[in-house]
């Protein structure tokens, strides 16, 4: 079974800078809105960033301004560049596609939907 997966965090002090990767486990055919979320201790799952297959984008606002997300169509990749970090940042970051066409030769093309990664964790220092 296919899933994401996220790569790119780490420790970073306060105003520093990460950039989260979310990318398929193996090659699909496609892939439609992608989404990151965090979850910090203790808290609830929040939507942090998300970007349609054609472009568009929104944020929460609490990162809009220092947080941007792109994606890589052809690579079928997401990216959330996060700038000025805050302590409050702190969470582990979890990507999420809504749709996906996937492929192999014994099954042919399948749809599969609300697909999520691992998680990855992010810690910034004050």
């Known amino acids: 079974q296919v899933q994401l997966v996220e790569s790119g965090g780490g420790l970073v002090q306060a105003g520093g800078s990460l950039r989260l990767s979310c990318a398929p486990s193996?090659?699909?055919?496609?892939?439609?809105?992608i989404t990151w979320y965090r979850q910090a201790p203790g808290k609830q799952r929040e939507l942090v960033a998300g970007?349609?297959?054609?472009?568009?984008?929104n944020y929460l606002d609490s990162v809009k301004g220092r947080f941007t997300i792109s994606r890589d169509n052809a690579k079928k990749t997401a990216y959330l560049q996060m700038n000025s970090l805050k302590p409050e940042d702190t969470a582990v970051y979890y990507c999420?596609?809504?749709?996906?066409?996937?492929?192999?030769?014994?099954?042919?093309?399948?749809?599969?939907?609300?697909?999520w990664g691992q998680g990855t964790q992010v810690t910034v220092s004050s």
């Open positions: 193996r090659s699909i055919l496609n892939i439609n809105t």
């Open positions: 970007i349609t297959f054609g472009g568009d984008t």
């Open positions: 999420n596609a809504d749709w996906m066409l996937t492929y192999d030769q014994a099954m042919g093309a399948k749809e599969v939907f609300d697909i």
